[in-house]
């Protein structure tokens, strides 16, 4: 994709006085966006495609921060506040990325409209990091669990794509998962088929994952914004 051939994406009209301080990056799946040890400082727009924030810790274990997808800002965001958070991001799909130096965000910024875009992407994603937190302190695996399940199942089919990446979005070791879904397994809630739980008691699970939904739907109003 040409820099040129980017004139329907959301902040174009903003960035079409600096394009030719913006790069276009081709990311593969899998591919490191930016590493915590490197000392950029700039930011990205995802185009098209989905990307994965994670942190490592010492110890070598590393655990989700965040997904985002097209029209979402990505990056070194903590830098420009002169802070580092250590993450790294990784493309999840092959993605078209814009590169912003931290000298053109600058820039950018001074337009309130730009800003005011930027800002709620951004203080929205803070918002479901911290929910998320929240909802791990609040309640037990168990019911966390069944609310994803309801959530994101189809025809009472949840389908994943390994344990090692649901464990990751759960942020829960294996051994806490496959305690929960035998659990479950025993009481007769799911039946486990290779990649998929298929759902055979809904009314358990949503009565298990009540708190948890409620909790939700006060949190979840709706995001206005007018752009």
């Known amino acids: 994709m040409d820099i040129n051939e980017i004139k329907d994406i959301l902040i174009y009209d903003y960035i079409k006085d600096?394009?030719?301080e913006i790069s276009i990056l081709n990311v593969k799946k899998g591919q490191y966006i930016t590493r915590s040890s490197e000392k950029l400082e700039e930011i990205f727009y995802v185009v098209d495609g989905n990307a994965k924030v994670e942190c490592i810790t010492k110890s070598g274990k590393s655990f989700?921060?965040?997904e985002l997808c097209e029209n979402e800002f990505v990056g070194k965001i903590s830098y420009m506040y002169e802070q580092n958070l250590f993450c790294d991001i990784v493309a999840t799909s092959d993605s078209t990325i814009l590169r912003i130096s931290k000298s053109t965000f600058k820039k950018l910024e001074k337009n309130p409209e730009f800003l005011k875009l930027f800002l709620f992407k951004t203080s929205k994603r803070i918002y479901y990091m911290y929910k998320k937190l929240m909802m791990k302190d609040l309640f037990r695996l168990e019911e966390t669990f069944a609310f994803h399940i309801l959530e994101n199942?189809?025809?009472?089919?949840f389908k994943f794509v390994s344990m090692y990446n649901l464990c990751k979005v759960m942020s829960v070791s294996r051994k806490q998962l496959?305690?929960?879904?035998?659990s479950f397994i025993e009481k007769d809630y799911i039946r486990k088929d290779k990649t998929s739980?298929?759902?055979l008691n809904r009314d358990c699970l949503y009565e298990l994952?009540?708190?948890v939904r409620e909790i939700n739907e006060v949190n979840d109003c709706d995001f206005?914004?007018?752009i």
Not at 153 to 157: A, L, P, T
């Open 197 to 199: 739980l298929i759902i």
């Open 178 to 182: 496959y305690n929960v879904i035998n």
């Open 64 to 66: 989700l921060v965040d």
């Open 153 to 157: 199942s189809e025809n009472d089919v």
């Open 209 to 211: 994952s009540m708190g």
């Open 18 to 20: 600096y394009l030719n």
């Open 224 to 226: 206005k914004f007018d």
